[in-house]
Structure formats: C-alpha cells, structure tokens
C-alpha cells in the first residue's frame, strides 16, 4: 500500500461529491453532536454554580491550579504531538508517524494520571465526593466525562499504532491476530501500571517515606511494568511489509480531529470549571 | 374499479354520515360534547384573570378560522376542479411543468406574518396582565401561600397568624375573598404539582426549589373546581381541590371561626355513645362520591357545612376524639387545641366545615367519610395514609369507624 | 471510534477477500443467519419498517386500553397505576418506537436510491444502529414481563418523580436505559444518513436537485444529531443520581428539578420536527407524482424545512410557559413559536400550489397526503393558539393539548408514513395494494381518528386534564370522552383493515411493472423489488425531477447508460460491501450491559450472574470485542459483474471463490 506514496491527494477524495473523505465528514458531523453533550454539560455545572446551597464547599478551597495548568500544557503539547503524527503519515513516514503517536499516547496518559491524582485527593483530604455536594455531582460529572474521552482517545491510539504493525493479508493469520491483542495488552498494562507506580510514588513522598521504602513496597507494580515496557519494545521489531501507509491518513486525520477536539473542549472546562473560580 | 369508484362517491357521503351517527350518539347524551360550561371550563370564566386568558384564547381562535376556511377553500376548490375525473384523464398528457411563483410566495409570507402580529399584540399584554397584580391592585391584595403534596393541597394564610402556631392553614379547599386580587405563592414539598382552577386562572406549576406565584380573582362569591394539572404520580387524576370565595363579610366571619382552635363537644354527664351500627354499604369502584347539590348550589351546600349538624352525639365524639389519638391517626394530622400536632398530612382543625374530603375527591359526609376511613387506598391508590394503615398496623372495628366519623364531622 | 472509520464503502483494494481464519464471512442470502448479518440499506429498511409496525400495533393497543378506561366516568377497566404505565408506554412507543423508525426505514429504504447511490457511506454502522434500536425496544419493554412494571413516569420523565425517591424500582431504569440505546441508535444513523446525503450523490445531483424527501432526511438527521446530546445528558444525569446518588434533580442537595425539563425540551422540540418533516419530504412527493407537476417552489419548500429545523431549537420553553419563567422569557419564545408558523404556513401554500392546476389522480397515497395536508392544517392551528402564552396557560397539561399534538402526529406523521408505505410499496415489493380496500382504509382511519380526537379540543377547554386515570360524571366531559372512545375503535378497525390488507398484498398482491404511479424521482428508474446492488450503472443527474427529465430524453440517457456501463465494467465491476455480524454483536454487548445497568439489582445477593457489574462488565466486553473485530475485519468488499440482463449470481460466485 505504501508503494503509492506521494500520490494521493488528502485534501480531495474523488469518490465522494464533496471530495471530502467520509471518514472526516463522519468525525466532523460526530463532533458537532458532541459540542451538544459538552454544552450540556457545562451548562449543568454553570447553573448550578449560580444557585449554590448556604453550606457548599468553596472551589477555590479545593482545586488545585497548578497541577491542573500543567496537566492542560501537558493536553496541549499532545494535541502538537498529533499534528506531527497526521503530517508524517499523510507524507508516508510511518516510523515518524508511531513516534508521534506514542509520544501522544505517553501525553495523554500524563494528562489521565493527573486527573486520577486530582480525584483522589479531592475525595480524600479535599473531601468532595460526588454525592455530598452541588459542586462535587456537577465537577466529577462533567471532568470525568472528559476524562473518559481522554481515554477513549488515547485508546484508539493504541489501536492505531498496533495496526500499523498489521501484515498484509492479516484475515489470514490467526497467529498475528493473537499478537495484535498481546500487544494491546500490553500497552494499556504499561500505561496503567505507570500511572499508579507514579501515583504510589507521590504518595510516599508525601506521607515522608523514601524512595527506597517506595521500591521495596511496590516491587511487583515495577516488575510488571518493566515487563510491559520490554514486551512493548520486543513486540515493535520490524517484521516485513505492513498494510499501512498513506492510504490510511485519513483514519489518523480522522482520529487527530477527534483528539484536537477533546483537548479543545479541555480548554473550555478549565476557563469554565477552573479559571472562573479565580476571577 | 367500479366498485372503488362507487366507494369514492359513497366516502364523501360517509364523512356526513359519521357526523351525524356522532350526533345520534350525542341524543342520549345530558351534555353535547361542544358545550363547554363544566365546572371546569375554561369558557365560561369567573375573574378577570382566567377572562383575559380567554380573550387572547378568541383571537388566536378567530384569526386561525379565518385562516383555515380561506386555505381550506382553496385547498377544496384546487381538490375538487383539478380531479382527474377518468383514468383516460390521469394518463392525458401532463399539465404545465411549473416549478412555482416568487411574487405569490412572498405575499403569502407576509399575509401570514401579518396574522402573526394581529396574535402577538393582544398575547403580550395578556403575558404581563396575567403574571402579576396590577401596581393599582397592589394595596388590596390578599396573599395566600399553596403547597402541593402527594396528593392535596395546603393552604396557608400568612396574613392570619395566629398565636402559638403560626399561620392558618387549611387543607383542600381554599376559602378566599371575591372580589378582592388574591396572589397565591406556589409551592411543593414533594414532585411537580401544578395548580389550577379553570374558572379563575390558568395553571402554575408547583416547581420544587422555585418561588413560583399567580394572581387570581373571583368577580362574585361562588364555588370553584380546581385539579393538579402536572402528573404526579398513582393518585395524579384524584388530586383535586376546591377554591370558595366569599363576600368580605363572609370571608371575615370564616376568618375568625377558622383562627379560633378546634370545637369542643362535652358530653353531658350519663350520656352514653350511640353508634348506629348501620354497616357501611359497599360502594362500586367507579361511583362518583359527591352529590348532586355540589352541582345544584353548591356555595349554599358549602355554608350549610359550617355549621354543627344537629342529634351529635357527644360521647361518641369524645370516644372518637380519643380513638384520633391512639390509632395515630394525630401523629399526622393537626387538630388545633385537641392535642393533635401533625404535619405531614392534611390540618384537620375545621375538617368538619369543609364541602369535600380525599382532595376534593368525595363528599364530607358521614358515610364518604367512613368510607375513606376504612380504606384510603381503594379511594385514592397509593395514598400515604393507606401506606400508614400497614405500616403502623392500624385496625378499625366498625365502632371505632363510627366514632372517628362523628368526632371528624363535628370539628365545624 | 475507530470502527466506525473504518466501515467505507470506498474500499480501496480491489481483489476478492481470502479465506479468513480469524473472521466471519457470512454469505448467506435467505434465513435468520442473512437478516443479522445484512449491511444492505433496504433490508436495514425493511426491519426497521417490520419493528416500527410490530410497536405501533403494541402501542395501539395501549392507546386502545387507555380510551376503554376513559369510555364513562369513574372506569374501571385499568387501575390507577396500570393507566399511568399505559399512557407513559404509549407516549414512549409511538414516538421512539413507532414513528421515528418507520421514518428511518424510509430513510434507508428511499434516500439512497434517490440520489443514485448503491448503499449508505457505512453500512455496517447503518446495521449496528438498526441493532441498537431494536436493544432499546426490548430494554424499555422488559418491564411487562418484570415484578417492577412497565414505566410510569409519563413519556417526558420530569424528575424529581422519576428519582429513586418516588420511583424507588426498577422500571424508571429501563426507560432510562432504554432511551439511552435508542438515542446512541438514532445519532449513529444520523451520521451515517449525513454523509451519505452529501457525500454518495450521482454526479449532477446538485444539492438544489436533491428530492424534498431527501432534502428532509437530511434536516432531520441534523436535527437528531444536534438535539439526542441532551436528551443523553439529561438521562445521564438522572442515571447518576438513581445509581450513585448524585443530587443533579435532588432537591434536598440544591437540584433543580427545572433543569431536566430544560434539557429536555431543548432535545423534545426538534424532536417534535424530527418526527414531522420525514412527514413533509414524503407528503412533497406524492402530492407531484399524483398532481403531474413539479412540487411548487422547491428551493421555498426546502428553505422553509431548513428554517423550521433552524428555529425549533429556540423554542423548546413554549413546553414550559406554567413553569413561572417570568413575562421576558415567555414572551420571548412565544414570539419565536408564532414565528416558526411562517415557513410551516409556506409548506401548505406550496403543496396547494402544486395540486393547482395539475391532473390529481387521486390514488391511496394521494387521499392519505391530502388528509395529511387538512390534518396538520388543523393541528397547526391549534399550536398557533398554543403559542399565545396566556391562552396556553389554561391548555398546557389538557386534553386541547392532547388534540393538538395527535392532530400533528397521527394526522400529520402517520397520514403521511401510511401514504408512504401506499406510494413506494410496488417499488419495494412488486405489488399494488387494491385500490379499493386502500381508500376504504382512508375513510375508516380519516373518520375514526376525527371523532377520536375533534372531541378531545372541547374536553381541554372544559378543563380536562391530561394523564388522569379517572374523572367525575358531573363536569361535563362524559359525552365528549364516550364519543373519543367509539371513534378510537374505529380508527383501530381503519388501522387493522390498513395492515391485514398490507400483509395480504404483500403475499398475493397485484404484480405490478416498473414505475406505476409514472413517478418523478429517481428510485423509480428501478426494477422492482430494487436488485442489491440499487443502480447498474450510477444514473447521471441532468434536472430536479431527475427520472421525469429521463423519460422525456430517453435517447440521451440510454447512450449516457451504455457508457457508463463500459466504465464500470472497466472498474472492475459494482463493488459491494460484505456481511458482517459484528455490528450485531456490539448491538448484542450494549443490550447486556444495559440490562446489568438497569435491571439487576444492586445487592450481590442473587449471586454471580445477578451481580449489577458483572453483567455490565461482560455487556461492555461483548460491544467492544464486537467493535474490535468489527475494526479488523476491514472494509474489503467482493465485485459483482454483470451480464446483458443483469444476471449477476455467477459472477458473483465466482468473484468469491
């Protein structure tokens, strides 16, 4: 498939009337719809900030802003991470194209962690839970449902850059279909580890713990990332042609305006849930 | 082919003829379905409020008739004229390929836009009429505060406080003075309820955490209909209320008669409690529980209510006004001044003197009452004192049913 | 997401698919194994068509029982909360189950034959929405055959009496859920029937040559894809607090139980036009092809639909005008509900322009679309009245309510779907329902739903309330109710005699050619029944009513044929999608996880299958392996070739080894 490289032209598609892909008009038209969820949303959290109970919890007692500053740059740079990655493969560097795409992956993860880390301390010193206030239902409401966007995306992702690894003719390959799901696995478990090796590790910091105490306590959380890590490496090992190119830039295109948008709406929660408390 | 053309024909004679088998179905009938002066109706108006409603009701009504028969007569005349009358014809050759006639479209438009404003003129006075007393009404206006509950109403005079236990507050019917503005307060403890009486003002939801209010005035004392309008759950069709208005001396001597606390009757030394064990008949599920004078002239059955029906009993409403204690039934109920402090259901302090019972569902009297007594739920499905009956495992012998019907009845 | 990216009819490669050791390929052309696997746009269609009847019926049947109880005053044939369920159920059949997808079936059966297109841009998302839909059906009816009971908190759901306070069981859940399903069903089509529209049209098929009803499907499925995201919200938002006790709609924590009608409203209004202008699109095409003329003033009929979508998203409070929204706001979307009157009022002006000076044959799809126009005429007007606020103010919540909207929607929708399903049957099956027994169902169906519902305006102006069980002998409202229940009775006899006449036609019918009514649009070119494949060659648009233009040059376009022909046999022949069952088996994956969501209960007690997570883990892990092999099967598609008289099954074998 990549033997065409350089001829195709990814701003018109000649089998549609429009000469935009399907593809794109799909993911444009499906986040239209999603502008509506999110506009929902916030609406709920911006009237609800509007009639507040005599007892509610004061927002800027609880959030944190600059752990969540640094989580949205972090949002941000994925989103540059993403643009790298369409313009690789649309040009028909698929090497380029799976770095960017795991540095986004890795982006995104960091962004996902913080908001672990956000949800737990609020939940337990901050003592917001989603049902003992106002702010609590709305804040975890409509952050974890970004949240769950985040990964969702950073999910598909993974499953973009496993199939870029896909054989030609892979229907008839029971043995890489198994790979394929390995290698998944994979991924997520290195992904998940991380993010509570890390958390962990704050948390032992914070309680005055050393760092050793934090390596001896969590020795199979390390083992199993490591593992997972050598795995992911073992598993990306060139193995022959693969039946990904530049035919397929549009399903990176597609994903990229899935993932700009979400970082898009990030932008819009923190000015509306965050920076509005700071007025 | 002749059979469905014979059907064509007899079809434009079978639409005349289904109206008139309506109106044969009709002859048997006491009312015919296009009168419109129920106890509901919102045509037949009794305040300035609900006639206002019903003014803007008439334009928007005129200029859409005017509208439909000028269309519907061009939609007839197009129908009929342009019939293809033969198969020969539908196949002939085709008529003009016209796509259509900008100047038409554009007058069309603005006829219809003309329309419109002659509806919107008349519909926003009518919005700021109907939302608010008027500021020159302001001064004579009689404040009352309603609270929806699953299912009944309670009504509160804040005007009328009285000393030791706040404002006056009666349940299901509410007494107010005609020709006087009265601004209701619109309130819920529960679900969404809605308040209306068709005769006097349209509907305001009852909206949880929402102040929400409505004006209304009765030209002339009279008794109104009034019914929940949202749906509110089981018990939504039989929440219903009752709104009486009476001239300002009436009003004040109801006034007074409510403030004071709960009638007491003391049975005179010997006197002994005379049930009439008469069994309660059984009543059929679909027997409407009110009576025809309700229908006749019902302001004169209402005053007739308020005062002490003659023959009581007076030990037997001390037995009663014992048994409202021990069955609990107090822990629910306010009698004001008998010891009876309850708040989640219904004030019973004048219970006696009101028309109606169960929501304005059946009439007061000893027998609808019993009725009610014995078992709430099969009256009113779902109500939270049947739910009570279980939960506190109440059981009333025929006597102790009698007994709380005599003691209910005399609290005028 | 992914999946859905992937499922492109343009599939690139052209060779024939290898034997797969890890998918599926079901080749199945007859029998239950063909049905759910199918990716083909008209039998996607015909089964929503098929569910979309099996619940109307169901819901007739509820509206059947609702009137027998309302027959005298004080009945007894339903119990109080019987007759909450049924009112609540009928609400909620007939619109998300009845109407809306008897327009998608014509949506998929209709639109992609006329703009010239072989199938919808993904059909395999076309077949999960279908499959989601039906899950929805069956999540929001479970309660029939539970302890808990069918729904009863009215079709609009206001909280808080849909919270676990005042609806402590299960049932709540399952319109919630089911709700959700229908509504993740609805946006996937939406998308799907979008590009398609604007991506898979023939050449010359400019968007102002578009047919009304294609024009219409398109406004709707915007409508649906900008307004379903809050209807999801406000069910997301109830979902969280009767499972995790959020206080969204809890008015002890500071919940607005206003919120959820805002957010419902601003999905229930378009919502309202979503099941409308399917209706104006088909009645826009049988009123020409029965009149002989061009629709009059196509690009003002199709503004005015844009415009209706437009402004019905700012008109959703005219729902809410007793909420006690203060005189601003209601004058405001007052004024904006007068508004939207105009470019309906601009619809009927031009379906009479067009009727004006044609030859009106008047077949059953004309006498439907005629009643259609009368009908909707009248429950049009009495929205206007509704729209003066301080009139609505007595109507809101009565049965002049009750008249206005079935006017709209039987009179209006399910006139114009009947004379739908009359004007395209012979296309999708070959065969004529008789003309006889069609008008006759007209006039029963005409005159029942009249004495039904004419009678209710009076009883709302009387002071009837909607959604009550029960009502007194004394107010007047007893000959007026008797008269709406006979009138019930025969619009079902008019309704039975409708289907009972469709089902025999169906089976023994009168065989009729192609194009019976000599019709306008482009699907009439076809063969009937249409073959898989829709178009031998992709037709080239030269004008508006684009098939009338071909039998007027049919020269012109024989030669236009024969070279497209040559090219596309070139192109290695007519590319067609596989079967594929994963999309059922997503479908499959959501019904189980609402089913853990909604109908197991919490406590782990019942053991592990009865556990609330577990079942929703294993529904989840269902759909995404669906997805996931849905994704990996790729788009590849086999070629058909075919010969002189269009045979293609050799071929067809032969491409698939």
Redesign the interface.
């Known amino acids: 498939m990549s033997s065409h490289a350089g001829t195709i032209d990814h701003h018109h598609d000649p089998?549609?009337?429009?000469g935009?892909p399907?593809?794109k008009?799909?993911?444009w038209?499906?986040l239209?719809?999603?502008c509506?969820?999110f506009?929902?949303?916030i609406s709920?959290h911006l009237?609800?900030r509007l009639?507040?109970?005599p007892d509610?919890p004061s927002p800027k007692n609880i959030f944190s802003l600059e752990l969540t500053s640094f989580s949205t740059f972090i949002l941000l740079m994925s989103s540059l991470m993403m643009a790298l990655a369409v313009t690789a493969i649309q040009k028909g560097n698929l090497k380029s194209m799976r770095w960017s795409i795991l540095t986004t992956i890795f982006f995104g993860s960091i962004f996902l962690g913080c908001q672990v880390y956000e949800f737990q301390e609020f939940v337990e010193i901050k003592k917001m839970t989603?049902?003992n206030?106002?702010l609590?239902?709305?804040f975890y409401?409509l952050t974890g449902?970004h949240g769950t966007h985040v990964a969702?995306g950073v999910l598909?992702l993974i499953?973009?850059y496993v199939?870029s690894f896909q054989p030609p003719?892979?229907?008839?390959?029971?043995a890489w279909?198994i790979r394929?799901a390995v290698h998944i696995t994979v991924i997520i478990g290195a992904i998940l580890l991380a993010i509570f090796a890390t958390l962990a590790l704050v948390h032992t910091l914070h309680t005055g713990g050393s760092i050793g105490a934090f390596f001896g306590g969590h020795f199979a959380m390390l083992a199993g990332l490591l593992a997972c890590i050598a795995a992911g490496i073992y598993l990306a090992r060139p193995t022959g042609p693969v039946n990904f190119g530049e035919?397929n830039a549009?399903?990176v295109e597609?994903?990229g305006l899935?993932w700009h948008f979400v970082d898009i709406v990030w932008i819009v929660i923190f000015t509306a849930v965050y920076l509005l408390e700071y007025l | 082919m002749r059979l469905s053309s014979l059907l064509t024909s007899t079809a434009r004679w079978g639409r005349a003829g289904f109206a008139l088998g309506a109106l044969a179905l009709l002859s048997g009938c006491d009312y015919n379905f296009w009168r419109m002066d129920g106890h509901q109706s919102t045509i037949t108006v009794a305040g300035p409020v609900a006639r206002s409603q019903l003014e803007v009701f008439y334009v928007t009504c005129w200029v859409t008739l005017v509208i439909f028969i000028l269309v519907g007569g061009v939609l007839a005349y197009a129908t009929l004229k342009f019939r293809a009358k033969t198969e020969a014809e539908e196949k002939a050759i085709p008529p003009e390929q016209g796509h259509g006639n900008p100047l038409i479209e554009l007058g069309l438009i603005g006829a219809s836009v003309l329309a419109l404003v002659i509806i919107a003129i008349p519909t926003l006075k009518g919005i700021w009429y109907t939302y608010d007393v008027p500021e020159d009404r302001k001064a004579d206006t009689y404040e009352i505060t309603a609270t929806g509950y699953q299912w009944w109403f309670k009504f509160e005079y804040p005007s009328e406080q009285i000393a030791g236990s706040g404002a006056l507050t009666t349940g299901n019917e509410l007494v107010i003075p005609a020709g006087r503005p009265v601004r209701i307060n619109i309130r819920t403890v529960d679900v969404i309820h809605s308040f209306w009486v068709p005769k006097l003002a349209g509907k305001v939801d009852m909206m949880p955490n929402r102040a929400n209010f409505l004006w209304l005035q009765a030209d002339e004392p009279g008794y109104f209909w009034g019914q929940c309008a949202e749906y509110c759950g089981d018990s939504h069709a039989v929440m219903r209320f009752r709104v009486i208005a009476l001239a300002p001396k009436d009003f004040a001597d109801w006034v007074a008669q409510q403030t004071s606390p709960a009638r007491n009757v003391t049975p005179k030394p010997g006197e002994t409690a005379k049930a009439q064990f008469a069994s309660l008949r059984t009543f059929k599920q679909n027997e409407t529980g009110i009576t025809d004078k309700y229908d006749v002239a019902p302001l004169e059955a209402w005053k007739a209510k308020q005062f002490p029906e003659k023959g009581e009993n007076a030990a037997l409403i001390a037995q009663g006004k014992a048994l409202f204690v021990s069955k609990t039934c107090a822990s629910c109920h306010e009698v004001r001044g008998h010891g009876a402090a309850g708040i989640s259901g219904p004030n019973l302090t004048h219970i006696g003197a009101r028309s109606t019972i169960a929501a304005g569902l059946i009439e007061n009297n000893s027998e609808q009452l019993q009725r009610w007594i014995r078992d709430p739920g099969s009256v009113k499905p779902g109500n939270k004192m049947a739910k009570a009956y279980i939960d506190n495992n109440i059981k009333l012998t025929n006597e102790d049913e009698v007994a709380l019907v005599a003691y209910l009845q005399s609290l005028k | 997401m992914e999946a859905i990216l992937k499922s492109d009819l343009h599939a690139k490669d052209t060779h024939a698919p290898a034997k797969s050791a890890i998918f599926w390929r079901p080749t199945a052309q007859t029998g239950l194994i063909s049905w759910l696997t199918t990716v083909d746009h008209k039998k996607i269609g015909f089964l929503y068509g098929v569910f979309a009847l099996f619940f109307f019926l169901v819901g007739g049947v509820e509206a059947l029982l609702i009137r027998l109880q309302l027959m005298y005053p004080n009945g007894t044939v339903l119990t109080a909360q019987q007759y909450n369920t049924m009112f609540t159920m009928h609400g909620t059949t007939m619109i998300f189950l009845a109407i809306m997808p008897l327009s998608a079936a014509f949506f998929n059966f209709i639109m992609p034959l006329q703009i010239g297109a072989r199938d919808v841009a993904f059909p395999r998302l076309n077949a999960f929405s279908l499959w989601t839909f039906v899950a929805g059906a069956i999540v929001i009816n479970l309660g029939w055959f539970m302890h808990d009971g069918a729904p009863d908190g009215g079709w609009v759901g206001y909280a808080p009496l849909t919270s676990k306070t005042f609806a402590p069981d299960h049932s709540i859940d399952m319109w919630v859920m089911g709700l959700q399903l229908l509504g993740v069903a609805s946006i996937a089509a939406s998308l799907n029937f979008i590009v398609t529209i604007i991506n898979l049209r023939a050449p010359g098929m400019t968007m102002m040559r578009l047919p009304v009803f294609t024009w219409m499907t398109l406004i709707t499925a915007f409508l649906i894809v900008l307004s379903f995201p809050f209807i999801t919200i406000a069910l997301v938002e109830l979902m969280m607090d009767r499972l995790f006790g959020t206080s969204f709609f809890e008015v002890s924590n500071g919940g607005m139980p206003i919120l959820w009608q805002h957010l419902f409203w601003v999905f229930g209004h378009p919502e309202v036009y979503i099941l409308i202008l399917p209706a104006m699109g088909i009645v826009s095409e049988i009123l020409p092809t029965f009149s002989r003329k061009p629709l009059f003033g196509y690009p003002i009929v199709v503004f005015s639909g844009a415009s209706i979508g437009f402004l019905g998203f700012s008109v959703w409070s005219h729902h809410m005008f007793t909420t006690g929204m203060g005189t601003m706001a209601t004058a405001a979307f007052s004024l904006a509900t007068m508004a939207i009157a105009v470019p309906t009022g601009v619809k009927i002006f031009n379906w009479i322009g067009t009727l004006w000076d044609g030859r009106l044959s008047m077949r059953t799809p004309m006498m439907f679309a005629l009643g259609f126009v009368w009908m909707f005429m009248i429950g049009g007007f009495s929205g206007v009245m509704h729209s003066a606020a301080p009139a609505d103010a007595q109507q809101q919540d009565s049965y002049f309510v009750i008249a206005h909207f079935h006017y709209v929607l039987i009179g209006g929708s399910l006139f114009a779907l009947l004379a739908g399903i009359h004007y395209w049957f012979p296309l999708m099956f070959g065969r004529k329902v008789s003309e006889f027994w069609g008008k006759l169902s007209f006039w029963v169906i005409f005159a029942g739903f009249n004495i039904t519902f004419f009678p209710m305006h009076f009883l709302g102006l009387n002071g009837m309330p909607r959604r009550t069980f029960t009502y007194d002998a004394n107010l007047g409202w007893n000959a007026a109710n008797y008269i709406a229940t006979i009138g019930a009775l025969i619009l079902g006899v008019g309704i039975f005699i409708y289907f009972a006449v469709m089902v025999y036609t169906f089976l023994k019918g009168e065989k009729v050619g192609k194009d019976v009514w000599d019709a306008r649009t482009l699907e009439w070119s076809l063969p009937n029944p249409p073959p898989e494949y829709n178009y031998r060659v992709i037709p080239t648009v030269h004008a508006r009513d684009a098939y009338w233009y071909n039998k007027q040059h049919k020269e012109e376009i024989a030669r236009e044929e024969a070279e497209g022909a040559k090219a596309e046999a070139a192109h290695g022949g007519i590319h067609m999608p596989h079967q594929s069952i994963y999309p059922f088996v997503a479908s499959l994956g959501l019904f189980i996880a609402s089913i853990g969501i909604a109908v197991i209960d919490h406590d782990p007690s019942p053991g592990f299958w009865g556990n609330k997570i577990v079942v929703s883990m294993i529904g989840g892990v269902v759909m995404l392996a669906g997805i996931y092999f849905w994704a990996l099967e790729g788009n590849e598609g086999y070629h058909l070739h075919l010969d002189d008289e269009g045979n293609a099954s050799a071929d067809k074998k032969a491409a698939k080894h």
């Open positions: 089998s549609t009337s429009t935009i399907n593809k008009l799909l993911m038209t499906f239209a719809s999603d509506m969820f506009g929902a949303l709920t009237i609800y009639h507040p109970m509610a989603i049902t206030s106002m609590g239902t709305t409401t449902t969702i598909w499953l973009m199939r003719e892979a229907g008839r390959n029971a279909f394929h035919a549009i399903d597609s994903m899935y």
